[in-house]
């Protein structure tokens, strides 16, 4: 079991630009989870998915942000015309709901940096 | 979600046992109690959940108010390893919730 992998764990964007997150969650994990992460905020939500369907996305930034999850094994955080507010670690996680295990997984996060 | 106050630091010397608090005084009946840590450079990782009473496992052990509104994550024999940022944090049980993350407590072992 790898768990959770995220690519790139490094990516380096200018202002303006387009980056686009990767995460593949654990096999047979159903639910989809990405968090954003920053000294001055900490840990925020930003949205989830259950078997591919979006159920939340309070915490998405209502422009430039997008998520989806074409098929059960990967899911795609895109971040539209990078500002520098933007850098941050992107966290993707994921569980198995249903199963009477609750733990989430994360991975090891994406470092952006808007330049 | 229950919101949660966690003390922002601590500090134990190798082989201590170490107790980290968070009050959760608006828990609701259908919440639970998890605990995740973070080493630098990698995502939080699950150590311990719990309900009620008392909760232990191979890495930690939990203890919870009667009134559930405060638990105490139990850290046996800290070692250097155990550095981290422990959070707290109080959501439905199912796996199936986003969770709602506070600072945590940065905790510092000294050798």
């Known amino acids: 079991n790898a768990g959770v992998i995220q690519t790139p764990r490094h990516k380096v964007t200018g202002k303006g630009q387009e980056a686009t997150l990767w995460c593949e969650p654990i096999?047979?994990?159903?639910?989809v989870f990405w968090y954003r992460q920053t000294i001055v905020q900490g840990l925020e939500f930003l949205t989830y998915f259950r078997n591919q369907a979006p159920i939340d996305d309070s915490g998405m930034p209502k422009e430039r942000f997008s998520a989806q999850m074409p098929n059960q094994s990967h899911s795609t955080l895109k971040i539209q015309s990078t500002q520098p507010q933007d850098s941050a670690v992107y966290l993707c996680?994921?569980?198995?709901?249903?199963?009477?295990?609750?733990?989430?997984?994360f991975g090891k996060g994406t470092r952006l940096t808007v330049v | 979600l229950a919101k949660t106050t966690q003390p922002p630091s601590m500090e134990a010397y190798e082989g201590q046992e170490v107790n980290v608090s968070c009050s959760h005084t608006n828990i609701a009946t259908s919440e639970y109690i998890y605990w995740y840590r973070q080493v630098p450079h990698q995502g939080p990782q699950f150590i311990i959940q719990?309900?009620?009473d008392y909760v232990v496992n191979e890495v930690a052990s939990l203890f919870i108010s009667a009134d559930r509104k405060l638990s105490t994550l139990s850290l046996p024999w800290v070692s250097l390893r155990d550095a981290a940022v422990y959070y707290c944090i109080v959501t439905v049980y199912t796996g199936n919730y986003k969770y709602v993350f506070g600072a945590g407590t940065r905790l510092k072992v000294i050798a």
């Open positions: 096999s047979g994990h159903s639910a």
């Open positions: 996680a994921s569980s198995r709901p249903g199963t009477g295990k609750s733990e989430v997984f």
């Open positions: 719990g309900y009620k």
